[in-house]
C-alpha cells in the first residue's frame, strides 16, 4: 500500500532552479528529472528507457534531452526523437511526462494521473510575485518524514523553547489556539495579546513592547502551510499591523525524507536589502533548528525507539485534524488503485 498521496500538485523547484541544465529531484518516490525546452519546465522520468541511465546525467540539445550514456533524445512530451545510427526509433520508446505548471516562482508537478491534474487546484500564493511584498526564500531537504514536518508546523509551541534567541517567547505556548477544519483545508490560529514580540521582529519592524501578536497556519493539505503572521498596537485591529507571510511547501521524496520550499514575505521595509539580510540569517538558523529535532525524531522511530504513540494535548488539536485527513486521502487512493 502506497503511503504517498499523488493525486495532487506538489512544488518540485523554484523557477530559477530549472534551466537548461538538467537537475535530479525524487518526488513521492520516483526519479524525475527537470529541464527547460524553449523556456519552458518540464518534468520527464529519470531514466533512460534504453539502459534507465539518468536523464538527469545528460544535457540539453535544441530543446530535447540528450541521454549522456548512448545519446537517445527525448522531446518535452517524453517521446524519443532520435536514436543514434540509425532512423528507425523502436516503438513505445518514451519517458513518462509529468504535468507541470510554473506559478509565482514555484514550479509545480502533478505526480498522479495526468488527466486529473486540474491547474486551477494549485493553492495561491501570489505574495511571491506582488512587488508589493518582500522577503527571503530557501530550498531544503530534511532527512525526516513530511509528516513530522506538518506536525512542525501545525504544533508552533516549539517556537518557544527550540527557536528562544530568535522568534520565540513564552506567549506562543500561553495563549491557546483555534482551530477551523474545511474539506481541503486545517486552520489553526493563535492570538498573543500584549506580548513581548520577539528579538527578529523587534529588530526587522523596530516595535517595541507590547505589542499584540498573531499567527495563523493554513494547510492546504496535503502539501502547502501558509502561515500569515502579524504583529501590531495593542488593541488595533490586524489589517493595521505588519504582516509576514511565511509559505512552506512540501514535498515527499521518500518515506523518511522530504523537499521543502521556505519563504517569508512581507508588506513593509520593500526593497530594504539589510531587512534581508537579517531576516535570511535569522531564518536560515531557525530552519536548521527545524531540521535538527525533525531528524533527530525521525532517527528515533527508524531505530524502533517510539515507546508508543504520541500522547498529544490541547495544543496538537490542528496536528490530530491534519493527520486523520491526511490518513483518509492516503486510504482513498489506495481504495482507488485496487
Given at each position: ?111 498522479g ?36 514536518l506538518?506536525?512542525n ?27 477551523e ?14 506580548c513581548?514580540?520577539?528579538d ?38 490586524r ?31 520593500i ?16 530552519l536548521?533548528e ?49
Open positions: 500500500m502506497s503511503q504517498y498521496i499523488t493525486e495532487t500538485w506538489y512544488v518540485a523547484a523554484w523557477s530559477e532552479e530549472i534551466t537548461g541544465k538538467p537537475i535530479s529531484r525524487t518526488i513521492c518516490g520516483k526519479p524525475v528529472v527537470l529541464f527547460r525546452s524553449d523556456g519552458e519546465a518540464i518534468a520527464l522520468h529519470d531514466a533512460c528507457a534504453h539502459r534507465q541511465y539518468p536523464l538527469s546525467a545528460g544535457t540539453v540539445i535544441d530543446g530535447h534531452l540528450r541521454c549522456g550514456y548512448h545519446g537517445f533524445e527525448y522531446g518535452a512530451d517524453g517521446v524519443c526523437v532520435r536514436v543514434p545510427g540509425q532512423d528507425v526509433i523502436p516503438g513505445n520508446t518514451h519517458v513518462r511526462a509529468y504535468p507541470v505548471v510554473e506559478r509565482d516562482g514555484w514550479v509545480w508537478i502533478w505526480p494521473d495526468p488527466d486529473n491534474a486540474d491547474r486551477e487546484s494549485i493553492p495561491a500564493t501570489t505574495w511571491l510575485s506582488d512587488p508589493e511584498w518582500d522577503g527571503v526564500r530557501f530550498t531544503n531537504r530534511y532527512e525526516c518524514s513530511s509528516g513530522l506538518h506536525d508546523l501545525l504544533d508552533l509551541t516549539h517556537e518557544a523553547f527550540l527557536h528562544e534567541s530568535s522568534i520565540g517567547d513564552e506567549a506562543v505556548f500561553t495563549n491557546g489556539i483555534t482551530v477544519v474545511t474539506a481541503a483545508a486545517v486552520v489553526v490560529d493563535r492570538f498573543m495579546p500584549r513581548h514580540p520577539s527578529l521582529y523587534v529588530t526587522a519592524m523596530g516595535v517595541k513592547p507590547p505589542v499584540d501578536r498573531w499567527h495563523t497556519t493554513e494547510f492546504n493539505l496535503p502539501n502547502l502551510h501558509v502561515i500569515h503572521c502579524g504583529v501590531g498596537q495593542p488593541g488595533a485591529s489589517k493595521d499591523g505588519y504582516h509576514l507571510e511565511v509559505l512552506n511547501a512540501i514535498t515527499p521524496e521518500s518515506e523518511t525524507s522530504c523537499h521543502y520550499f521556505y519563504a517569508n514575505v512581507r508588506d513593509f521595509a526593497g530594504d536589502e539589510q531587512i534581508n539580510g537579517i531576516m535570511r540569517a535569522s531564518l536560515e538558523k531557525v536548521e527545524d531540521r535538527f529535532a525533525l531528524e533527530k525524531q525521525q532517527a528515533v522511530l527508524d531505530a524502533g525507539n517510539a515507546g508508543g504513540p504520541d500522547r498529544l494535548i490541547a495544543q496538537d488539536a490542528g496536528v490530530a485534524r491534519a493527520r486523520r485527513m491526511l490518513r483518509q486521502m492516503i486510504e482513498a487512493e489506495n481504495r482507488e488503485r485496487q
